[in-house]
């Protein structure tokens, strides 16, 4: 069973930065899409962005656009989500998800990853 692992997760002040990284447990696993969700205290898991295979394809949530990078590398099996602009209400537990899919729902979604928190101090 592959397993997905979250890292890069931290306190920082609005306005700064924040690289989160997702590894794949097996070498050999290269889903169609790899994405980011969120989900803060008390609400539902929210899509924030993916990435297809070949990283030409990327699609972002409206509150994030222009702030939020995501990448790929599939020599490493890790997907990236480069955090910028950061502000309180992106604060929340990220999570990376892969599938064979690029939609924004998250039962498109096989795989998922324990989760990295993220505080934003205003």
């Known amino acids: 069973q592959v397993q997905l692992v979250e890292s890069g997760g931290r306190l920082v002040q609005a306005g700064g930065s924040l690289r989160l990284s997702c590894a794949a447990s097996e070498r050999a696993f290269s889903p169609a899409g790899m994405a980011w969700f969120r989900q803060a205290p008390g609400l539902e898991r929210q899509f924030v962005a993916v990435?297809?295979?070949?990283?030409?394809?990327?699609n972002y949530a409206d509150s994030v656009k222009g702030r939020f990078t995501i990448s790929r590398d599939n020599a490493k099996n890790t997907v990236y989500l480069q955090m910028n602009s950061l502000k309180p209400e992106d604060t929340a537990d990220y999570y990376c998800?892969?599938?064979?899919?690029?939609?924004?729902?998250?039962?498109?979604?096989?795989?998922w990853g324990q989760g990295t928190r993220v505080t934003v101090s205003s």
């Open positions: 990435i297809n295979r070949s990283g030409t394809y990327t």
């Open positions: 998800a892969a599938g064979n899919s690029l939609r924004t729902g998250r039962s498109e979604y096989d795989y």
